[in-house]
């Protein structure tokens, strides 16, 4: 069992930056593949970004792509989403995810591709 814990969200302004991070209780990271995702309210959950196993390949969302960052410190047993630039519309619950095992490439935006989620991190962008 991998218990997530995301931290770092917030009330920012548009054009602002948040720095989210998700930690893990009971096991290493390091065999695991990460995902973000977001959900806005009355939305479906989406993906925001995913990273491999050995950090050295990044996937975003094209909404994102540019000033998202994903990357991990697989010493330190943390995920992080770097977030610049920020919009009103990137408002919502931001949920970190992990897989056993290394990124599926065709699936990883899916929510079925995670075994594990975190209880979310809000993130609201004022106007």
């Known amino acids: 069992q991998v218990l997530l814990v995301e931290s770092g969200g917030g009330l920012v302004q548009a054009g602002g930056s948040l720095r989210l991070s998700c930690g893990a209780s009971?096991?290493?990271?390091?065999?695991?593949?990460m995902g973000w995702f977001r959900q806005a309210p009355g939305k479906e959950r989406e993906f925001v970004a995913a990273?491999?196993?050995?950090?050295?390949?990044?996937y975003y969302a094209d909404s994102v792509k540019g000033r998202f960052t994903i990357s991990r410190d697989n010493a330190k047993n943390t995920v992080y989403l770097q977030m610049n630039s920020l919009e009103p519309e990137d408002t919502a619950v931001y949920y970190c995810?992990?897989?056993?095992?290394?990124?599926?490439?065709?699936?990883?935006?899916?929510?079925?591709?995670?075994?594990?989620w975190g209880q979310g991190t809000q993130v609201t962008v004022s106007s």
């Open positions: 009971g096991r290493t990271l390091n065999s695991y593949a």
């Open positions: 995810s992990a897989r056993w095992g290394e990124l599926p490439i065709a699936t990883m935006k899916k929510l079925a591709a995670y075994d594990y």
């Open positions: 990273i491999t196993l050995s950090g050295l390949s990044t």
